[in-house]
């Protein structure tokens, strides 16, 4: 049995910067700012962002953690309006809707998601994008846990608590476009398969050695291949 779980941004789908928008407005809202500009969201969780960017404005950490309720209500509020309002950017990438459904049909795979986002932001992006949540059985987010590579041990508890699933990190296939995506992976020794259609190529992504990296999701067979075949 394999557990596959997929990245959202730059991965499954791209939001037009949706998420972005709205954290910046919400940063602004909570904190008076947002933050230095150039500063990259890829491979990043919310709560990670939130605090990297506002500890740049000079924030400390006790302020941070005070606000981090409200500034996640502020953001999920503006990511909704944004989705709402701006769906013609939103898209799924080719082939995560075959790849999904061919997992779906295995017996030997189940699907869920290891994102940065926070739960409710993650529902609402793919919902956006027109998938049915209910389809990824298992999920770690950015809200269970600021630490990225602390996710792939949050999903595994919660195949073995909410679908009886007793899973190690060898059972375990991460799906995304960063190299912080690869190492979280590789942090339990799971399988890692890396997709170029977010921010970095196939030759950086394959710099950090994952068991496989595609240009794109298209290629069902042969990702499947890669997620299957040791």
């Known amino acids: ?29 909570v904190f008076g700012g947002a933050g230095p500009t150039e500063y990259r969201y890829d491979g990043k969780t919310d709560p990670q962002i939130v605090r990297d960017l506002m500890r740049a404005a000079g924030h400390s950490d006790d302020t941070i953690d005070a606000r981090m309720d409200a500034l996640a209500s ?15 950017g939103m898209r799924l990438f080719d082939g995560v809707a075959e790849l999904i459904t061919a997992l779906e049909a295995r017996p030997d795979a189940v699907v869920g998601l290891l994102t940065g986002n926070f739960c409710d932001g993650a529902m609402l992006k793919l919902s956006a994008a027109g998938l049915d949540v209910a389809r990824f059985r298992v999920g770690a987010y950015g809200s269970d846990h600021a630490h990225r590579p ?31 995506d690869i190492e979280c992976a590789r942090s339990v020794g799971a399988r890692a398969v890396a997709v170029a259609t977010g921010r ?29 075949d040791a």
Do not use: C, N
């Not at 502020?74 to 013609?88: A, D």
């Not at 508890?157 to 912080?180: K, M």
């Open 1 to 29: 049995m394999k557990l596959v779980l997929f990245d959202i941004d730059g991965t499954i789908l791209w939001s037009d910067g949706a998420g972005r928008r709205a954290m910046t407005a919400a940063l602004t809202h």
């Open 150 to 180: 602390a996710l792939p041990a949050v999903a595994l508890q919660r195949a073995r608590e909410s679908l009886g699933l007793a899973l190690g990190g060898a059972d375990l296939v991460v799906i995304g476009d960063t190299p912080a």
């Open 74 to 88: 502020s953001y999920l509020t503006l990511l909704e309006q944004e989705l709402s309002t701006g769906r013609r």
């Open 200 to 228: 970095f190529s196939v030759e950086e992504l394959a710099a950090h050695a994952p068991a496989a990296v595609f240009p794109t999701l298209r290629d069902t067979q042969a990702v499947l291949e890669a997620i299957f």
